[in-house]
């Protein structure tokens, strides 16, 4: 039996590599269109576009993957980032605390409202999809009770976070993403935790019967990916230099997108985080390509959309 669930394993590991191997083909093919579509795509404007919008929506990504993998999800994320900047903008400019306090209060709303996620999900065994929904407009709403409505400026105080750094090329944010993915890759690749998180996705029951306390793992992996929004939310008020409400709407489908194009499986049980990166570069590049041809925003929004349909129905064939 060992031996058999070996080979499985190693079947699976091959698989996701040729998947990202495809994928990462898929990114080249994309860049190569854009390049003699766009005029001005190869360009250092266009690359420094793309690195500042990345560190966002690749850190929620990473929180996406590994609640998928759980056979989970999390709809939540986008308004849980508005709640976090809300947060930091008004600890910051109203209550005066100092940045990193007001960082990490930001990212702590992310962490509570995933783990009232998780225990909702985990132990009282409500849909994960209708606690999640629930939280998006909850957490939606507390965004605007908290603002007012109103954008908050923080100003260059916060804006370093998302500038390049002199010398490198690119910023803190985008450095603390990178680093995020390869932590994660190790996390769920190598350690107890990223090998019981899959086994609770293929087959929950099995997991149980195994000896695996599921109910801990489901909740923490809400935690983490609430902890990874709530990060989110501070290096998006980064970018802007300011607290928006209204911001991360559809952040959430975006994450789900990217995170599906890089092999993870709705169904559970399957997942990688350096593929679901390589799915945050294909949304990144098709986003800013699509702008550099003048493509209004309904469009844009609507060749979106068939993206995320497609990276559903390719993983449906993926499954069968």
């Known amino acids: 039996m060992n031996t058999e669930s070996n080979e499985i394993n190693i079947l699976n590991k091959l698989s996701l590599m040729f998947e990202e191997f495809f994928i990462f083909i898929a990114l080249l093919l994309l860049v190569a269109f854009f390049g003699f579509t766009a005029e001005n795509f190869f360009s250092t404007g266009t690359l420094t576009a793309i690195l500042t919008q990345l560190p966002a929506l690749t850190v929620v990504t990473i ?16 308004s849980v980032v508005a709640l976090s900047s809300a947060v930091i903008g008004i600890a910051f400019t109203v209550f005066e605390l100092p940045l990193l306090v007001s960082g990490l209060l ?3 709303a992310g962490g509570c409202a995933g783990l009232i996620n998780g225990v909702l999900g985990a ?7 209708i606690v ?5 407009e909850a957490g939606r709403g507390m965004a605007y009770l908290v603002t007012n ?5 923080i100003g260059p105080s916060i804006q370093g976070l998302a500038l390049p750094i002199s010398g490198i090329g690119v910023s803190a944010s985008f450095l603390t993403s990178l680093a995020l993915v390869v932590l994660a890759q190790l996390a769920l690749t190598r350690t107890v935790f990223g090998r019981y998180l899959i086994a609770i996705g293929t087959n929950e029951t099995a997991a149980k019967i ?12 809400l935690v983490i990916s609430g902890l990874l929004a709530g990060l989110g939310g501070l290096m998006n008020a980064a970018y802007l230099g300011a607290s928006d409400p209204n911001a991360a709407i559809g952040l959430e489908l975006s994450a789900i997108a990217a995170a599906v194009i890089g092999g993870t499986s709705l169904m559970g049980g399957r997942g990688s985080i350096i593929g679901a990166f390589i799915g945050v570069l294909i949304i990144s590049v098709l986003q800013n390509g699509l702008a550099q041809l003048g493509v209004s925003e309904p469009f844009k929004r609507l060749i979106t959309g ?4 497609l990276a559903v129905l390719i ?3 993926r499954s069968r």
């Open 63 to 78: 929180g996406m993957t590994l609640v998928l993998i759980t056979g989970g999800i999390d709809l939540s994320v986008g």
């Open 315 to 317: 993983d449906r064939w």
């Open 149 to 153: 409505s109103q954008t908050v400026y």
């Open 106 to 108: 930001g990212i702590a």
């Open 210 to 221: 195994s000896g695996i306390r599921t109910e801990p793992y489901l909740t923490w992996v």
């Open 306 to 309: 068939l993206v995320i349909i």
């Open 132 to 136: 999640t929904l629930g939280m998006l």
């Open 123 to 129: 132990y009282f065994r409500l849909p994960i999809f």
